[in-house]
């Protein structure tokens, strides 16, 4: 959400403006909970939000089942 020049939302709306990458999934994976932040990207597009956990372990099995869901059990309409 708050990266340095550009900001997630930002990043968001440009990756949805544009037809190469409109139906591209975006998950936002940050450390903000506010419900102002969870609303604004998901009405911009974001298909999943997820509030990082704080510890390394619990965050590398969360990236372990993001990546299961989206990379093996979704399934997405090809960019043309």
């Known amino acids: 959400m708050r990266m340095p020049h550009l900001g ?3 990043v968001l709306k440009e990756l949805r403006r544009e037809p190469r990458t409109r139906y ?3 998950v936002i ?3 903000s909970q506010e419900e102002i932040d969870i609303k604004t990207c998901l009405d ?3 298909n999943s939000y ?3 956990p704080q510890s390394f372990e619990a965050f590398s099995r969360e990236l372990q089942t ?3 869901y989206w990379l093996r059990l979704n399934r ?5």
């Open 44 to 46: 911009e597009g974001a």
């Open 24 to 26: 591209v999934p975006v």
């Open 8 to 10: 997630g939302i930002e």
């Open 50 to 52: 997820i509030c990082k």
């Open 76 to 80: 997405s309409v090809a960019a043309k």
């Open 66 to 68: 993001i990546q299961d």
């Open 29 to 31: 994976l940050t450390s």
